[in-house]
């Protein structure tokens, strides 16, 4: 099983940037990277999707213009650049691996810990 560490999270103003990393090892059999985020009292969603050859992504509505995911398999890392941030972003941000092509969370088969994204207004 693949494991995952997010790192990047942090407390931005509006309007502001960041940029989420997840270092993925163990990677082989997961042909496809996710974002999804939890707010408080809500349900896990998915943000965007990309497979290791940086093909395949797919947004969230909301953060279509805003959001770019990227891999890079020199480093078995996969970003979140996340620009034009809005309070309505704060989440927790959660980077997941699964075999198949999808924006459904109980799709994919491994996650990481978390990174907290806070955007004040």
């Known amino acids: 099983q693949v494991q995952l560490v997010e790192s990047g999270g942090g407390l931005v103003q509006a309007g502001g940037s960041l940029r989420l990393s997840c270092a993925a090892s163990?990677?082989?059999?997961?042909?496809?990277m996710g974002w999804f985020r939890q707010a408080p009292g809500k349900e896990r969603d998915f943000v965007a999707r990309c497979s290791w050859s940086g093909g395949s992504t797919r947004y969230l509505e909301s953060v279509k213009g805003r959001f770019i995911i990227s891999s890079d398999n020199t480093k078995n890392t996969v970003y979140l650049q996340m620009n034009g941030l809005k309070p309505e972003d704060t989440a927790v941000y959660y980077c997941?691996?699964?075999?198949?092509?999808?924006?459904?969370?109980?799709?994919?088969?491994?996650w990481g810990q978390g990174t907290q994204v806070t955007v004040s207004s």
């Open positions: 997941a691996a699964g075999k198949y092509i999808s924006t459904s969370p109980a799709d994919y088969d491994s």
């Open positions: 163990g990677r082989t059999f997961y042909g496809y």
